[in-house]
Nanobody, 116 residues
Framework: QVQLVESGGGLVQDGGSLRLSCAAS????????MAWYRQVPGKQRELVAS???????NYLDSVKGRFTISRDNAKNTVDLQMNSLKPEDAAVYHC??????????WGIGTLVTVSS
């Protein structure tokens, strides 16, 4: 029974920084891909950043240069360092993981609020 637990959300001022963390546990199979998504009420969920086992990363264009994703493959954890936060970054951020069977898992989310 795989669980993804996120932490690190909160309220920051425009231009501030925040670090999100996610820990995956309980998987009987290797997780080879992890990512962060975000969603606001009434809006489509969007991929913010992702990282594969080999270290390849991808970012949403609007966060490039400001956000950095990293993972510890042995511990099945993934972090998202968010700098120079903007009001438009405010959302519920969800951790995502996929194992070698291509089974997908989602965290319940952590709220990020950015004041203007």
């Amino acid at each position: 029974q795989v669980q993804l637990v996120e932490s690190g959300g909160g309220l920051v001022q425009d231009g501030g920084s925040l670090r999100l963390s996610c820990a995956a546990s309980g998987s009987k199979f290797s997780i080879n891909y992890m990512a962060w998504y975000r969603q606001v009420p009434g809006k489509q969920r969007e991929l913010v950043a992702s990282v594969a086992t080999g270290g390849t990363t991808n970012y949403l264009d609007s966060v490039k240069g400001r956000f950095t994703i990293s993972r510890d493959n042995a511990k099945n954890t993934v972090d998202l360092q968010m700098n120079s936060l903007k009001p438009e970054d405010a959302a519920v951020y969800h951790c995502y993981a996929r194992d070698v069977r291509y089974i997908e898992y989602w965290g319940i989310g952590t709220l990020v609020t950015v004041s203007s």
